[in-house]
């Protein structure tokens, strides 16, 4: 189980940014963020995966906002997990390439 890496000491418009330039790079991959998203009025937190893919944020679990220049995950989120897999994805047959390991292992374009 890999330890859960709160996006509270960076922020998470930072962290996506510097996830999505490296993905520009490499558009043979997709990044896969796993986590929670904050709780609203005493709910429990809900679970979101994110992929990122040819510099983009793409939600499979919540709606994101039309502009491509708002972060895709709220600031008080924490990431759990980060999967690298090879792009562009076929759902039925998913090559994990790295992890999962925490999403600061990302942010080395050498992990890429």
Known sequence: MTSPFSTAGTPVASLLARLEELSRGRPDRVLRLN???????AEEPEAFELLIFRGFSSSTTHPTAFDPDRPALPEHCTITSAELLQGPLNPGEEVLLAGPSPVDAFL?????
């Open 108 to 112: 080395d374009a050498a992990a890429w």
């Open 35 to 41: 986590g929670s998203l904050p709780a609203e009025q």
